[in-house]
């Protein structure tokens, strides 16, 4: 295939920063090159040494002065809720019997899950989101419509068809067997299809049963290397109704806890309300609480203490998500934004290495996928989103007295949106400029 070699200023991290001064945290080329083929990073490092390397029928893309990163990770997000997002509703629970129950049965239908499914991939790659764990509807339609748009446009995604079989309308039920029998056809059908990644849905435990808690665990011993994802521990008349539920569970973690679901491939939404010894199980299962800043604020669930998660004696790994339609945007830059005022309000600081790391490398370690996704690392698929800080006449007025990276890392996400993505690449192609 052609090589195609990609010239701008390149930014990867490599560990998690420390400081804002943490210049080892991350590698930063001011004139740098990405030479692309086959839809792997092959060559990356400053332009000159890069270019040396090209073939002569490469194709070479001039990105200077913009930013070129590695695309942006999106940890949790439910695929059926693009109409619910924006819905007005005093909390949680109101919000998904009013808004998000109703819309999901309309995924029964082939035709609205194809539907939605073309309009959800793009929005993520209008965003410069390139991979994101997202949830279907209860519907095998639904999975479908996700993973073969998923396929068409050579994106690596997790998803998976939600189990629940309580507490919900019947249009959105299915049975503990026909949850397990679905999932592994869905399993058998997509899983490693393209780069599609299945995950074993339980929605969250009170539209579940004990039977189908059951049936979930039987997917997780059968199938240990997929993705486990649901919720947790994120508003609290959620917390007091799923411990009436299951009232021999110590606490609501230990419900998961009890049907085998606690593991290093179990991503948590939320998690805003762990106790200590919650907290301590997660840590020590190496399960990961996924933070959704906007979703957390806009439902009034309360405020996720992301530093003080990290710190503790058994920290707990940490993913950021958009929680879209209970989120507010599809953009991970808003969303970090977003993040940053809760860790003010709860006294603490989020420097915006920090937040871009989440968005990049830390959210591909928290997936396990940290050797395909997350940074700009020769062998790396090369999904890359191209950022310019001066996309907006505001934007332009502030970069006139930006002098750091870490100053203009930080416009980009306090006042940044779909307009600062310049391109999204998926595999090394263009797919913005394609839409």
Not at 98 to 109: A, D, G, L, N, Q
Not at 144 to 172: C, I
């Amino acid at each position: 295939m052609t090589q195609t070699l990609l010239r701008g200023r390149l930014l990867s991290f490599v560990k998690a920063p420390e400081s804002l001064t943490d210049s080892e945290s991350y590698r930063y080329e001011t004139d740098g090159g990405l030479l692309i083929n086959n839809g792997l990073i092959v060559e990356s490092g400053p332009y000159a040494e890069v270019k040396a390397k090209v073939t002569a029928d490469a194709v070479e893309i001039d990105h200077r002065p913009h930013l070129i990163m590695p695309g942006f990770i999106d940890m949790h997000l439910h695929f059926p809720q693009m109409q619910v997002i924006a819905s007005y509703a005093a909390n949680l629970l109101e919000w998904l019997n009013t808004y998000t129950f109703p819309e999901e049965c309309r995924f029964v239908e082939s035709a609205h899950a194809q539907r939605i499914a073309g309009h959800f991939y793009d929005e993520l790659v209008r965003h410069g989101t390139t991979t994101a764990v997202a949830y279907c509807s209860v519907h095998k339609t639904s999975a479908d419509a996700f993973f073969a748009e998923a396929l068409k446009r050579n994106m690596r995604m997790v998803g998976g068809k939600v189990m629940m079989d309580r507490n919900a309308p019947q249009g959105l039920l299915d049975t503990p067997q026909m949850g397990y029998d679905e999932t592994r056809q869905i399993i058998a059908e997509w899983h490693g299809k393209g780069r599609n990644h299945v995950a074993i849905t339980p929605r969250f435990a009170i539209t579940s049963t004990p039977a189908q808690m059951e049936a979930t665990q039987a997917l997780a011993r059968e199938f240990p290397d997929l993705h486990i994802q649901t919720h947790l521990s994120e508003n609290h008349d959620e917390i007091k109704f799923t411990c009436e539920l299951y009232p021999e569970a110590i606490d609501y973690t230990d419900i998961y806890a009890r049907y085998g679901l606690l593991g290093d491939k179990t991503l948590f939404g939320h998690c805003i309300h762990l106790s200590d010894r919650e907290a301590d199980a997660m840590s020590e299962a190496g399960s990961v609480a996924v933070h959704c800043p906007t979703s957390n604020l806009f439902l009034g669930s309360g405020l996720f203490p992301l530093k003080a998660l990290g710190r503790r004696e058994k920290p707990v790994r940490i993913g950021v998500a958009t929680d879209i339609g209970g989120g507010s945007s599809y953009s991970m830059l808003r969303t970090m934004d977003e993040a940053y005022k809760i860790q003010q309000l709860l006294g603490e600081r989020l420097n915006p290495l920090e937040s871009y790391y989440h968005m990049t490398l830390g959210n591909a370690r928290s997936l396990s996928l940290a050797d395909r996704i997350g940074t700009l690392d020769v062998g790396s698929d090369a999904d890359i989103v191209v950022l310019n800080a001066a996309a907006t006449p505001a934007m332009a007025l502030k970069m006139e007295v930006v002098k750091t990276l870490p100053e203009e890392l930080f416009l980009l996400q306090t006042m940044g949106d779909d307009r600062a993505i310049v391109e999204t690449y998926v595999a090394g192609v263009a797919a913005k400029s394609a839409i």
